[in-house]
């Protein structure tokens, strides 16, 4: 497959245990094309390496590493998955040739085919650009399937990625993307942003989720202390659409907790609130399928962004199931 690479086996390792007791010894590192439909419940670890679209939004390149760094950090976590639970490195999407619109379709594709497989994707960034491929992955599977499922975007970042393309699409448009093609489909654009930050989105990008009729929730809100107010917007939000694609934007954590992103801040949010979230999230039975993007290894202290995504993925890993 082209703008595709096989799993590396040797980014799993870790402590040895010859007992599964750590993730590298529970993983199965597969071909996309090879993956079978597992008799079981499965979990399918697909990278996107391509920062194509940070590079247009004049970000910091360098998440193209992403994927695999977020691999290695969760193959050293402890293992506490049921045995009848795969979990499989399906390899990454790649991006050498500047077009990123070609990864993103190669991107789709390979989400709808996880999906008809009946593995739950869990997608590794890279920049979010690759949202615009994941959610048309998931929404091409409906389509196969005869489905008229609504999909919800429900999106933990700083931005809005609102931006209306200029030149080319980036890692800053894809929700107006998908936006502007739901509204050419005359369906709902259903869409919930948590910890959006003011001095990280200007005028233009308010009123264009004013416009869309976006629910969304300030970074000065999205703390622990107004947990109770923001599940209540959540349970409501995923009451109102039939699967709930989750995407989270690594540069919307505090740079305290995640330095190695395309765009950081010390003004973001915080791990606890995204698990207290996800819980609800997971707890509704909706989630088809979520991603990670933005990790950036090139500018990590001392891995800190790439343990904090792979303690998010072993969280959700940990809990879908």
């Keep these: 497959m082209k703008r595709y690479s096989n799993p590396n086996k040797d980014i799993w390792q ?5 007992k599964s007791l750590y993730l590298h010894e529970k993983v199965k590192c597969i071909a996309l094309k090879d993956i079978p439909v597992p008799p079981k419940k499965s979990i399918a670890l697909l990278g996107y390496a391509c920062d194509e679209g940070v590079k247009r939004n004049q970000g910091r390149i360098g998440a193209v590493e992403g994927p695999e760094v977020i691999k290695s950090s969760f193959g050293k976590l402890p293992n506490h998955l049921p045995s009848h639970v795969q979990l499989y490195d399906v390899g990454s999407i790649t ?6 619109e070609a990864a993103q379709d190669t991107l789709s594709k390979a989400v ?4 008809a497989k009946k593995h739950f994707p869990i997608v590794l960034g890279g920049g979010h650009d690759m949202a615009y491929g994941h959610y048309h992955g998931i929404k091409n599977y409906l389509i196969s399937q005869k489905k008229t499922d609504t999909i919800g975007i ?5 931005h809005f990625d609102l931006r209306k393309p200029v030149d080319q699409n980036n890692s800053g448009t894809p929700f107006y993307q998908i936006a502007m093609e739901c509204k050419e489909e005359e369906i709902d654009f259903n869409y919930l942003c948590l910890g959006i930050r003011k001095d990280a989105n200007d005028r233009v990008l308010f009123q ?11 970074s000065d809100t999205f703390q622990m202390q107004f947990l109770d107010e923001i599940n209540t917007w959540i349970n409501a939000f995923v009451k109102t659409v039939d699967k ?35 819980k609800t999230i997971i707890g509704s039975g909706k989630l088809i399928s979520i991603d990670l993007a933005e990790m950036n290894p090139k500018y990590d202290v001392d891995g800190q962004t ?4 792979a303690s998010l993925l072993h969280y959700v890993t940990h809990n879908i199931y």
């Design 14 to 18: 870790g402590r040895p245990s010859g």
């Design 95 to 100: 991006c050498t040739d500047g077009d990123m």
């Design 306 to 309: 790439a343990k904090l995504a």
């Design 154 to 158: 429900i999106n933990f970042d700083a």
């Design 112 to 115: 709808a085919t996880l999906l």
């Design 244 to 278: 709930v694609y989750v995407t989270i934007d690594l540069d919307g954590f505090s740079s305290a907790y995640a330095p190695g992103v395309s765009a950081p801040s010390p003004m973001g949010f915080t791990p606890h609130i995204v698990l207290e979230c996800l």
């Design 208 to 218: 264009a989720a004013k416009d869309l009729n976006i629910n969304f929730v300030l």
